[in-house]
T-cell receptor, first 114, second 111 residues
Framework: EADIYQTPRYLVIGTGKKITLECSQT?????MYWYQQDPGMELHLIHY???????EKGDLSSESTVSRIRTEHFPLTLESARPSHTSQYLC?????????????FGEGSRLTVL | GQSLEQPSEVTAVEGAIVQINCTYQ??????LSWYQQHDGGAPTFLSY??LDGLEETGRFSSFLSRSDSYGYLLLQELQMKDSASYFC????????????WGAGTKLIIKP
């Protein structure tokens, strides 16, 4: 069982609102990732982190920010939500030196912006 | 650049065998992984090939050929619960974040 948790699972908000999607893992993994995925489509990397105080933008930063103050916590913030942000957001983590680099995913946060 | 290509959709019959291919372009990588994702769910890890050859895990096998720049996922004795999307993933050496995903293959299984 993967120990990575995302909240909220579902969120419906209005345009212009600020939101934070939470992601926590209890596996002590150094690497954490945020992906955006529309139904039936590919995963797009938004942000990643290789450790505390280390964050980088992926291909699709989508006007969001992240922080990594603690190893276990990697929240994603949208400063001003737009309808184009409607999607599923997946958080993942992996062990830094694992052979396979296996990614463990949270259940996802499904966001709808009206 | 680096990229992976997979068929967008594959259809098979329950009980049969199906192969999902993944061809790639990359200047260097550590290994090729496969993930399964059911509708509405999160991707889950299936297999990893660091070396050429076949890796077997129950009904699923994965193959890598670096000389041919391709790999595949083989699913045997298909069950209805295998209906899902399957993604290949490269753990690359060159990109900043070292992970390149294929676009996914939707596997449809008919009774």
């Amino acid at each position: 069982e993967a120990d990575i948790y995302q909240t909220p699972r579902y969120l419906v908000i209005g345009t212009g609102k600020k939101i934070t999607l939470e992601c926590s893992q209890t596996m002590g993994h150094d690497k954490m990732y945020w992906y955006q995925q529309d139904p039936g489509m590919e995963l797009h990397l938004i942000h990643y982190s290789y450790g505390v105080n280390s964050t980088e933008k992926g291909d699709l930063s989508s006007e969001s920010t992240v922080s990594r103050i603690r190893t276990e916590h990697f929240p994603l913030t949208l400063e001003s939500a737009r309808p184009s942000h409607t999607s599923q957001y997946l958080c993942a983590s992996s062990e830094g030196r694992g052979r396979t680099g296996e990614l463990f995913f949270g259940e996802g946060s499904r966001l709808t912006v009206l | 650049g680096q990229s992976l290509e997979q068929p967008s959709e594959v259809t098979a019959v329950e009980g049969a065998i199906v192969q999902i291919n993944c061809t790639y372009q990359t200047s260097g990588f550590y290994g090729l992984s496969w993930y399964q994702q059911h509708d509405g769910g999160a991707p889950t890890f299936l297999s990893y090939n660091a070396l050429d050859g076949l890796e077997e895990t129950g009904r699923f096998s994965s193959f890598l050929s670096r000389s041919d720049s391709y790999g595949y996922l083989l699913l045997q004795e298909l069950q209805m619960k295998d209906s899902a999307s399957y993604f290949c993933l490269i753990k690359g050496r060159d990109s900043n974040y070292q992970l390149i995903w294929g676009a996914g293959t939707k596997l449809i299984i008919k009774p």
